[in-house]
């Protein structure tokens, strides 16, 4: 029988969905009896669970004189003609504080593609994200609304291309997180193997089965004002309804401004403003609620809709990748550029809650054989050992 891999899973650096997936594949790979390591960057907190896995990585200390900083924004605008640098300094590092603790890896998975060290002798995956990957792709979510200056998002895009194109030739896989992303990359040539990202449920009790009573929705994201989300496209649709008599039920989640508590409290007097909470906190509010409304004009990934449906909530989400994978049912996708659309799919749910309810069953149910923590593990540990 073959040993079981000691895998290296880097980096920690923030609290984006990359962060998640570092968490939720050190569980799951740990599930299916791996020894597997953590790297995160200091200063940094990581889930209690995950502590006794982890290496704390210092980088480097960066000088941040002026002419340091100048020199990094030549380096930054000079990346956009010329080779980009990746990091070759992180895993050397991360391997020499694993050695103290008498570990060598057999794989190390990176979150993302500026880490692939091909000098070193191990198996190195990294996950990829973006699609689609020709140069076109990655710049035409350019001109998507942003709270950041245009050409910072220019130059981060055209960043992104260039190191992705880079790093996926030089690892030894590519782990994408969407069937298209994987077909995406084999026509190129390249090694890829989709793998659903996994979450782990902290409440997976359906609630009571609905008898004709009101839909209830709910949405989150980390600041409700952030244009990326859509959240304001989706509301005005909400008010729409209220405005024609229809009953609206809606929860939101994450940080907002007084004046956009005080507007769309004066447009929609039901809803729900709860903040921005804790995840345990989340999943209680979604306990309560039977639909995950979602209008994201960007992301790579979905966690949120993926908790949700772990949590027996329907998802209602735009018709476009990597949605309309995670979602899987046409009458739960609408277009994000049709007003119209997105109030049919609307009313359409909340005139028949009965058949919300066998929906959600349906949403769970598709969580468990796709998007579970155990089946995310069973396919990693297959992809990396392939």
């Not at 449920?201 to 409700?224: C, D, M, Y």
């Not at 209602?316 to 009458?331: M, R, T």
């Not at 119209?340 to 468990?368: C, G, M």
Request: glycine share 4%.
């Amino acid at each position: 029988m073959n040993k079981l891999p000691t895998i290296l899973v880097a980096l920690v650096y923030n609290d984006n969905g990359m962060a998640t997936w570092c968490y939720e594949a050190v569980r799951a790979l740990k599930r299916e009896g791996c020894v597997v390591w953590l790297a995160y960057r200091k200063p940094g907190k990581i889930p209690q669970d995950l502590v006794g896995n982890a290496i704390e990585y210092v980088a480097e200390n960066e000088n941040r004189h002026f002419f340091k900083k100048v020199y990094n924004r030549f380096q930054k605008y000079s990346e956009l003609l010329f080779s980009v640098k990746a990091n070759n300094t992180l895993i050397p590092h991360c391997l020499e504080l694993l050695k103290k603790n008498n570990e060598i890896p057999t794989h190390i998975i990176l979150n993302q593609s500026s880490y692939v060290c091909p000098q070193l002798p191990l198996q190195q995956w990294v996950v990829g994200w973006a699609w689609p990957t020709d140069f076109f792709g990655y710049i035409g979510k350019t001109g998507l609304k942003s709270n950041l200056p245009f050409f910072d998002r220019f130059q981060n895009f055209v960043y992104w291309y260039k190191m992705d194109k880079k790093g996926y030739k030089l690892s030894d896989g590519v782990l994408t997180v969407t069937k298209i992303l994987e077909i995406d990359l084999l026509s190129k040539g390249l090694v890829a193997k989709c793998v659903y990202p996994g979450t782990s449920s902290l409440n997976r009790v359906l609630r009571k089965i609905l008898n004709n009573s009101e839909i209830h929705f709910i949405s989150a994201a980390l600041n409700l004002e952030d244009k990326r989300k859509n959240i304001e496209w989706m509301l005005n649709t909400f008010i729409r309804l209220h405005q024609k008599g229809i009953k609206v039920n809606l929860t939101l989640i994450g940080e907002y401004s007084e004046l956009f508590k005080d507007k769309l409290e004066r447009s929609l007097p039901q809803v729900k403003l709860k903040g921005k909470l804790p995840r345990k906190s989340l999943i209680e509010e979604m306990a309560l609620a039977d639909v995950f409304v979602f209008a994201s004009l960007q992301d790579d990934w979905g966690y949120v809709l993926v908790e949700a449906m772990a949590n027996g909530l329907a998802v209602l989400a735009p018709d476009k990748i990597p949605f309309s994978e995670i979602v899987g049912k046409d009458d739960y996708l609408f277009n994000d550029k049709d007003p119209v659309d997105f109030e049919r799919a609307l009313i359409k749910i909340i005139e028949n809650p009965s058949q919300t309810f066998e929906d959600r069953l349906w949403f769970y149910n598709r969580y468990k054989l796709n998007f579970s923590s155990e089946v995310f593990g069973k396919n990693l540990l297959k992809a990396i050992n392939s």
